[in-house]
């Protein structure tokens, strides 16, 4: 276990060397390993990508994101302005089934989305769409993955194909369990991007709705 203080200067470190953040910007707390980051962006990306770099770390379990979102730029953009390009980019993107999705914009540039997906991996692609659009402060996923029931051998052995695939040197060092519709990933890799590969694995298999991912970075 890593100590409060460890985990800080991990996360620090971290903000430093992620090219998408504005590490100068944002403060770090660390208590009882809870990790509270505060300060000021200018975009829901921005917030979002702090949240992605502290959960890279490894030891992280629980974050309070109080970053406040201040944009730079002059409002121009209505919420009307927002939706109309919200769905353009839900359009132009071919990864998501566009036509399954609603979008609702209200409260100057707070986007919901609902509607239905076959896989958690769609669910993501929607929401990464649009979450760097002007005007857009935050987005509320509630998009549900509607996949067929499928039994559980069935779903382990299609995660381990793609596992195989994907990162063949780590599917020996995973174990892939199946609770109904969620999967439990266990083991160890060797890196956050090995890592991000086997979720992804996870989240791209159709009849999986939730992904509990227990990897440990590092052996």
């Known amino acids: 276990m890593k100590t409060d203080s460890e985990l800080k200067s991990d996360v620090m470190r971290e903000l430093a060397w992620d090219s ?19 300060g000021t962006v200018s975009c829901w990306a921005e917030k979002h990508a702090v949240e992605e770099a502290v959960y890279r ?47 609702t914009v209200a409260d100057s540039g707070t986007v919901t989305l609902t509607g239905t997906v ?26 549900a993955v509607d996949a067929p029931t499928v039994a559980p051998d ?16 780590e599917a020996t060092h995973v174990d892939v369990a199946v609770d109904g519709d969620t999967v439990v990933l266990t083991g160890s890799v060797d890196s956050w991007i090995e890592r991000r590969a086997v979720v992804g694995a996870a989240r791209g298999t159709a009849g ?10 590092g052996r």
């Open 118 to 143: 076959r896989t958690l991996a769609e669910r993501d692609e929607a929401e990464h769409a649009i979450r760097t659009l002007d005007g857009v402060r935050y987005v509320v996923n509630r998009i």
């Open 20 to 38: 998408n953040i504005d590490d100068t910007v944002i403060g770090v707390a660390v208590h009882h390993g809870v990790v509270t980051v505060t």
């Open 208 to 217: 999986v709705r939730r992904v509990d991912d227990r990897l440990q970075i």
């Open 57 to 103: 770390i490894a030891g992280v379990r629980d974050l309070a994101n109080d970053v406040e979102i201040k944009p730079s730029w002059s409002p121009k953009l209505n919420d009307t302005d927002i939706a109309e390009a919200v769905r353009r980019a839900l359009t132009w993107n071919r990864f998501v089934p566009d036509q399954q999705i609603r979008s």
């Open 154 to 169: 069935s779903l382990r052995a299609t995660i381990a194909a793609a596992l195989a695939r994907r990162a063949s040197r």
